[in-house]
């Protein structure tokens, strides 16, 4: 059984590198925006005269930051989500040695 768990956890391992690593590789001279960018784009396309409802309250300086913090966002939301993931399962653990 647990021969099957680390297979399964290498075989997951290798297609996350290769999901990785394919986009780069293959379309390395590609650029790759946003989608608030896009939609822009196409409302200006549809309709020319469009206003926006309301403007940002903070715009970052530069892209660099603005990419800084979105990372970051991402990164303390995957902190939660596996902080919480590890504590059920050391909830579960837990309860099964007892």
Known sequence: MNNKKTNFSLLLLVL???LTVFPLVFFSG???GGADGEAEEMITTINPDYEPWFTSVWEPPSGEIES???A???AIG???IFYYIGYKRGLHEAKKSS
């Open 16 to 18: 996350i590198i290769a």
């Open 78 to 80: 995957a902190g939660f």
């Open 30 to 32: 590609a650029e790759f």
């Open 68 to 70: 800084l913090l979105f």
């Open 72 to 74: 970051l966002q991402s």
